[in-house]
């Protein structure tokens, strides 16, 4: 799933993959939001990234919907 992280003051978005489920990220968002702490995410190549969650601006949760890769024929 990939997760999109907007930071105020900054012009560039956090951008990773990450193996949770659209429901996991939701909550670890809000529940890092609601106690003023860092958010905490692990992409699926293991690098760990924090964010203090009074810096984010948006986070954007992709879909589970896995990407097709190839040609499809008509």
Same mark, same amino acid.
């Given at each position: 799933? &990939? %997760? !999109? %992280?907007? +930071?105020?003051?900054?012009?560039?978005?956090?951008?990773?993959?990450?193996?949770?489920?659209?429901?996991? +990220?939701?909550?670890?968002?809000?529940?890092? %939001? &609601?106690?003023?702490?860092?958010?905490?995410?692990?992409? !699926?190549?293991?690098?760990? =990234?924090?964010?203090?969650?009074?810096? +984010?601006? =948006?986070?954007?949760?992709?879909?589970?919907?896995?990407?097709?890769?190839?040609?499809?024929? %008509?």
């Amino acid at each position: 799933m &990939e %997760i !999109t %992280i907007g +930071v105020q003051n900054v012009g560039r978005e956090l951008v990773f993959e990450t193996d949770k489920s659209a429901d996991e +990220v939701s909550e670890s968002v809000a529940q890092a %939001i &609601e106690a003023g702490a860092a958010l905490r995410f692990t992409d !699926t190549r293991g690098r760990h =990234y924090l964010v203090p969650s009074a810096t +984010v601006a =948006y986070v954007e949760i992709g879909s589970d919907e896995t990407r097709r890769v190839g040609f499809h024929n %008509i």
